[in-house]
């Protein structure tokens, strides 16, 4: 077990200087490798004991009986909403059509995921100037740039998951399919930049709300007249377990332009 105390507050809470637990190699190396033959041996005496889907007791395959509104699972519904939802744009030279209304959400959304995700934390870590090694989780309104673009990233998914189901929303909604199709164009642009705008402000409002707390203390409900017939709530201060994970976070300066 690999443990290093917090030499500079010895308050409640684990911080990033903070590493308690077992390392990956060997202890979690070998929890792995041993769940693994574990699911190899029930997946194999399921598929030697158990009747798993026996196609054959729905009869032969007809084209003609295959129910309406089939759709992709949920880490693919994305993809099938952006197809859903790109423009017919196409372009002919030198005998070749390029079709990007397929290129755009099939190939290069799919890359740009992908390489968006890899590449975030050494883009932050550039930003911020942060060389730390880290092992614990920043609350989500001390980091609000990263948890804008988070829910910017959501809202962006649910869009195009909504995209992928145009046909359905239509048809128990009863309404056009081709106005919830431009309705949906339009805040897939729209949508995700105002959930990045609401999110980051909201984190720096919760901000200010641990700053007032933290500096003028919790309400008591308890009203105190002065001599002069004024009235006023009093407060009293945090206790530092209450305290300490509303100031444990270390304030990041972005690069100057």
């Not at 090694?133 to 910017?152: C, S």
Request: glycine residues 8%; aromatic residues 10%; neutral net charge.
């Amino acid at each position: 077990v690999m443990v290093q105390k917090h030499t500079q507050y010895p308050g409640p809470g684990r911080t990033n200087r903070n590493v308690v637990g077992y390392p990956l190699m060997p202890v979690y190396t070998a929890k792995a490798g041993g769940f693994f033959f574990i699911v190899f041996g029930v997946t194999a005496l399921l598929a030697a004991l158990v009747t798993i889907n026996p196609i054959w007791s729905y009869g032969p395959y007809s084209p003609t009986q295959i129910s309406a509104g089939s759709q992709p699972d949920w880490y693919m519904l994305f993809a099938e909403g952006a197809l859903r939802l790109m423009p017919p744009i196409e372009f002919a030279f030198w005998g070749i059509t390029l079709s990007l209304n397929v290129f755009i959400p099939g190939v290069a959304l799919l890359g740009a995921l992908f390489t968006i995700a890899g590449i975030y934390p050494f883009i932050e870590k550039h930003v911020t100037g942060d060389e730390r090694e880290h092992h614990v989780l920043d609350r989500p309104r001390n980091a609000p740039t990263r948890t804008g673009l988070g829910v910017m990233a959501i809202t962006f998914y649910v869009l195009l998951v909504l995209g992928g189901s145009n046909d359905i929303l239509a048809d128990k909604l009863q309404l056009s399919i081709n106005d919830i199709t431009n309705i949906i164009r339009v805040l897939v642009i729209v949508g995700p930049p105002i959930a990045f705008w609401v999110t980051k402000r909201v984190c720096l409002s919760l901000q200010r709300r641990d700053r007032e707390l933290v500096l003028h203390g919790r309400e008591t409900g308890r009203i105190v007249r002065t001599a002069d017939g004024k009235f006023f709530e009093a407060h009293e201060p945090l206790d530092e377990y209450t305290r300490w994970p509303l100031v444990q976070q270390e304030v990041h300066h972005p690069l100057a332009l």
